[in-house]
C-alpha cells in the first residue's frame, strides 16, 4: 500500500473536498450568473430599454392635438388603414422608454383608458388618459419628441392605482367653433363673411341653447338609442355662445357645452337644431319634440369645429387632491400652453379647412330641403332599421 505513493484520505475528509469542490462549481456559476445578467442589462440599457427593475406607476397625460386627418381618438386594434391619435401616441410611448413594446400590441396591459372617444377630425385641448408607465427622466420631452406637432402631452400627474379616467370623470368640456354666417336668417347669403352677429341674435342663440341645461331624453341626438333607454337621458350643465371674434376677415363664434357626458354625435346634433330654429327653418317647439318618444331627424352640424376642452375630476380632487399623496387633477399650471396650443394648431385649422373645404356653408345649403316634421324613419327612408325602444348601444358613448 505504501508503494502507491499516495496515502487514501479518510472518508469524512474526501466528503469535506467533495462539499468544496461542489461549492466552489457552484459559486463560478452563480458568478457567471451574474456577469450575464449585468450583460443583458447592460445591453438593453444601450438599446433603449428599460431596467426590468424601474417600477411603474399610475399617471394621467393631459394631451392636446388638432383632429384634422385623423379618424378619431380610439385605437382601432388590427387596423392600420386608418390612423388615430392613440396609433401615434402609443407609438411615442414605446420609443421613448415608457412602456414595453408588447403593451404597444395591447392596451390593457398599461391599462390605458381614455376620458373620450373623440370622433374623425375632432380635436382636443384637454383630452385626458391614464395608463401604467415607467418613469424614465425628462418624459414628458421624450414622449412629445416621438410625436407630430399637432399633437402634445401638456402635463403629467402622478394618480392612484385604481384610477380610471373614464370613470372618474365627472363631466366634459366641449366647444364648438363656427361661423357667425351660420345663424343669419334664411334670407340671406349662406355664405356671407361680411356677416356679423347681432346682440340681439346672439341673445336668440343663448336664449335656445338655454333650453338644453338640465335633464332631457336625447334619444333623437344620437344614433341607436330608443327613446325609453336610461342611457338616452343626459344631463347638461350649461350650454351658451361667447361673444364672436374676427379671423383672417370671418367673424366666428364658440359655443361653450358642459355635461356629465355626451353620446355620439349629440353635441353636433344640439348645434344643428339651434342654428335651423335661428335661420328660421324650424319651429322653436322643435326643440321640446325632440325629447319626446317619437323620432325626430335632427340635423347634424359639420364635425369640423367641435374640441374637446376640458375633463373635470371633482369628486376625485375632493377626496384624493389634498391627502398629501396625490395633486389635484386641474391642471392650473397647464393653461397657458393649451391655450397657446388652440391659438396654433386648432383655430388656424378650423379657420383654414373652413375656407377651403366649405364645410359649413355646404351643410347650410341642405337645411331648405331638410324635412322637420318628419321622423328619422320616413327621412332615412323605408329600408332603414329604426331601434326599437328597448335597442341601443350599450355603455357610454362620449365620443362626439
Known amino acids: 500500500m505504501a508503494g502507491n505513493g499516495e496515502a487514501l484520505a479518510p472518508v469524512g475528509a474526501r466528503q469535506e473536498q467533495g462539499t468544496k469542490a461542489r461549492s466552489g462549481w457552484q459559486g463560478a456559476a452563480r458568478t457567471w450568473e451574474e456577469t450575464a445578467q449585468q450583460a443583458k442589462k447592460l445591453k438593453s440599457s444601450e ?58 400590441e395591447d392596451m390593457r396591459k398599461m391599462s390605458f ?17 391614464s395608463l401604467k408607465v415607467w418613469l424614465v427622466d425628462d418624459i414628458l420631452d421624450k414622449i412629445n419628441s416621438h410625436l407630430p406637432s399637432q399633437i402634445r402631452i401638456l402635463g403629467l400627474k402622478r394618480v392612484t392605482g385604481g384610477f380610471n379616467s373614464k370613470n372618474k370623470c365627472d363631466a366634459r368640456t366641449y366647444f364648438y367653433m363656427l361661423p357667425t354666417f351660420a345663424f343669419a336668417h334664411k334670407d340671406h347669403d349662406v355664405q356671407d363673411e361680411t ?26 341626438f344620437t344614433s341607436q338609442k330608443g327613446p325609453r333607454e336610461p342611457s338616452a337621458r343626459r344631463y347638461i350643465l350649461d350650454m351658451f355662445c361667447e361673444e364672436p371674434f374676427v379671423r383672417e376677415g370671418m367673424e366666428f363664434a364658440v359655443i361653450k357645452v358642459k355635461g356629465q357626458s355626451f353620446m355620439t354625435h349629440q353635441i353636433r346634433k344640439m348645434v344643428g337644431l339651434v342654428v335651423a330654429i335661428v335661420k328660421g327653418y324650424a319651429p322653436e317647439s322643435e326643440l321640446e319634440r325632440s325629447w319626446g318618444e317619437a323620432k ?45 396650443f388652440k391659438e396654433q394648431h386648432i383655430y388656424p385649422t378650423i379657420i383654414s379647412t373652413e375656407r377651403h373645404e366649405r364645410s359649413m356653408a355646404q351643410w347650410l345649403s341642405t337645411l331648405p330641403v331638410h ?5 328619422a324613419l320616413a327621412a332615412a327612408g323605408p329600408d332603414t332599421k329604426v331601434p326599437s325602444p328597448l335597442e341601443g348601444s350599450e355603455g357610454d358613448g362620449d365620443s362626439d
Open 47 to 104: 438599446d433603449g430599454e428599460q431596467p426590468r427593475k424601474l417600477p411603474k406607476r399610475k399617471i394621467v397625460l393631459l394631451m392636446a392635438y388638432s383632429g384634422k386627418g385623423y379618424h378619431g381618438m380610439q385605437r382601432n386594434a388590427g387596423s392600420s388603414q386608418f390612423k388615430t391619435i392613440e396609433d401615434d401616441l402609443v407609438s411615442a410611448l414605446v420609443r421613448s422608454g415608457c412602456i414595453p413594446e408588447n403593451h404597444g
Open 113 to 129: 383608458q381614455r376620458c373620450a372617444r373623440t370622433d374623425k377630425g375632432v380635436s382636443a385641448a384637454g383630452q385626458v388618459v
Open 195 to 220: 356677416y356679423r352677429l347681432s346682440a340681439d341674435t346672439l341673445r336668440h342663440v343663448n336664449r335656445l341653447l338655454a333650453c338644453y341645461k338640465g335633464t332631457h331624453n336625447f334619444h333623437n
Open 296 to 340: 325626430v331627424d335632427v340635423p347634424k352640424a359639420p364635425g369640423l369645429g367641435l374640441v374637446l376642452e376640458r375633463v373635470h375630476f371633482e369628486k376625485y380632487n375632493q377626496r384624493f387632491g389634498r391627502d398629501g399623496l396625490h395633486e389635484p387633477l386641474d391642471w392650473a399650471r397647464e393653461e397657458a400652453e393649451a391655450a397657446a
Open 371 to 375: 324635412n322637420f316634421s318628419a321622423t
